[in-house]
């Protein structure tokens, strides 16, 4: 072991300090040069931030309420922290061995079951050691996002390691995924699932089968992986996504309360429920969802403004237009200056606050501070950037309908029209929409497409591809099932139903029912 470990560094993220001070110890005894300790996620988090490790070994367990150890691996793929060349090892009781292995891109490269030993950890080491060297071109490769070359290296050390097939497959499976081979992905997953019933090769023949459009058959096969019971963050969030495509959003609900049971310190899967609950009008649960993915993801890459305006929304709608109590109104207040305070550089941050705090006010009654709030926004909207703008406007012009700000707000759209050409997205929705007035109808849906599918699109320009998909789709339903199309209808599915304004809250649901009424239409005719 000592050739192995010789001149390596290591992390143990443990709350527990004999436990902690028993693994130093052994992995000093080991040979590593350096050993770091943390007693928390966020803890963790930082150090991995600063510099980078041979070996994690991290307690499954931090303490009740806190984050576990899984999600050092989970914050660290979402950073896109350079972790694949690194070897993560989780320390679990036995009994919670078995059903933490269905994850696909955040599986720890393996598990020590409590009570450990000297003995146990150095032989677990030694091997894993062994692959990473074994695999270190592949694993640089994967960590700078050369995704088709890391297929190129998984593909040869398949051949050239027959014994590591299985782990590579794995890794292989990530990289086709990452490099949006979806077919080839879905291709390999699904014959591992047939061969080996592998938990992760499941999840991972879900997500292809929703990235390649085929929501109900990865409904059957994620649904699959949580009947086993399996704790799998991936399964439950696309599982969660293909109902809510599939048209039974109310199943997707269900679905992510039972997720954040299982893992109630797991801040997206809140996140991912608030949003749902929202669309459902379950305001209650939105406001508790948004309010513990606050609590979680304070001071880690899934600390999101969206959430704490969305909390906002949540609470004004689960007390029915009534002003709030003094505790809700402290908790609203408290949210938002944490908001802008945690994210203080950012104007479009202070802008959506006042926004929403316009609402608060006016749902206090008290309409002077709404039209401070107003004001306030319009100053912030005009120091954004333009592609800021032009996703903001209308729901800024939703807002200030009928205000001293509307004619300013119309001439302002009228201006960003003609800097459309300056953001890409904004280029190919005005383009989609002069296609569509001439009655190009096919040129226009490309280009509504092309502008929806991209992240940064904003909430109107995903609503209008999604209605000339819808218009097409009554005639050739195979249009769902185009790559493009499918990447249009999967940002609409992350849209935040909670943060859009009403006028668009209410198109949204129209298209989305008339989207499930086309796509079952066309399932009962196969």
Not at 53 to 74: I, P, R
Not at 294 to 310: L, V
Not at 449 to 478: C, F, M, T, W, Y
């Amino acid at each position: 072991m000592s050739n192995q470990s010789a001149r390596k560094s290591a992390l143990i993220v443990d709350y527990r300090l004999e436990e902690l001070a028993a693994l130093r110890e052994i992995l000093l005894q080991l040979g590593f040069q350096t050993v770091e300790v943390a007693s928390s996620v966020n803890m963790a988090m930082s150090a991995l931030r600063e510099q980078s490790f041979d070996v994690v070994l991290a307690c499954y367990d931090l303490g009740k309420d806190e984050k576990n150890g899984l999600q050092v691996l989970q914050e660290s793929h979402a950073e896109r922290l350079r972790l694949f060349g690194t070897l993560f090892v989780l320390v679990v009781d036995a009994r919670e061995a078995d059903i933490l292995v269905g994850s696909l891109e955040t599986a720890p490269n393996a598990y020590i079951s409590k009570p450990f030993s000297r003995s146990k950890i150095a032989a677990t080491l030694d091997k894993l050691l062994r692959v990473k060297k074994a695999t270190a071109r592949l694993d640089q490769a994967m960590d700078e996002g050369r995704w088709e070359e890391a297929v190129s290296h998984c593909h040869n050390l398949i051949e050239t390691y027959p014994a590591l097939k299985v782990y590579l497959e794995r890794l292989l499976g990530v990289c086709l995924l990452e490099s949006g081979q979806y077919r080839e992905a879905c291709d390999l997953f699904a014959a591992l699932s047939a061969v080996r019933k592998v938990v992760w090769a499941q999840v991972g023949f879900g997500i292809a089968l929703y990235r390649l459009g085929d929501h109900a058959a990865a409904t059957e096969v994620l649904q699959g992986v949580i009947d086993q019971q399996h704790i799998s963050v991936e399964a439950f969030s696309w599982l969660a996504r293909s109902l809510w495509m599939g048209g039974d959003a109310g199943q997707a609900v269900s679905l992510m309360r039972k997720a954040v049971m299982l893992q109630p310190t797991v801040p997206q899967l809140h996140s991912e429920l608030g949003n749902l609950a929202a669309w459902n009008s379950e305001w209650v649960i939105s406001v508790e969802a948004f309010r513990k993915a606050m609590e979680y993801g304070r001071h880690s890459i899934y600390q999101n403004p969206d959430d704490s305006c969305a909390f906002v929304v949540s609470t004004l709608a689960a007390n029915e237009g009534k002003p709030l109590s003094d505790v809700l109104e402290l908790e609203v207040i408290r949210t938002m200056e944490a908001t802008v305070r945690d994210f203080d550089e950012a104007v479009e941050v202070q802008f959506r606050s006042h926004l929403v705090l316009a609402d608060f006010r006016e749902q206090a009654g008290n309409s002077a501070l709404v039209a401070s709030e107003l004001q306030l926004a319009v100053d912030a909207f005009e120091r954004m950037t333009i592609e800021a703008q032009w996703f903001w406007i209308e729901p800024l012009l939703d807002r200030v309908s009928g205000t001293e700000h509307e004619p300013k707000m119309l001439n302002y759209r009228k201006f960003l029209a003609r800097k459309a050409q300056e953001v890409s997205w904004a280029k190919y929705h005005n383009e989609g929409r002069a296609a569509y007035s001439e009655g190009k109808y096919e040129v226009a849906l490309n280009n509504m497409v092309s502008a929806a599918k991209q992240p940064e699109a904003s909430v109107r320009a995903r609503l209008d591809a999604v209605q000339l998909l819808i218009d097409r789709g009554k005639h050739d339903s195979a249009i769902f099932s185009e790559p493009d199309s499918v990447e249009c209808l999967h940002q609409m599915a992350k849209t935040s139903f909670a943060l859009c304004s009403d006028k668009q809250r209410e198109r949204y649901q129209k298209l989305y029912q008339a989207y499930s009424g086309v796509r079952h239409a066309a399932d009962n005719t196969e």
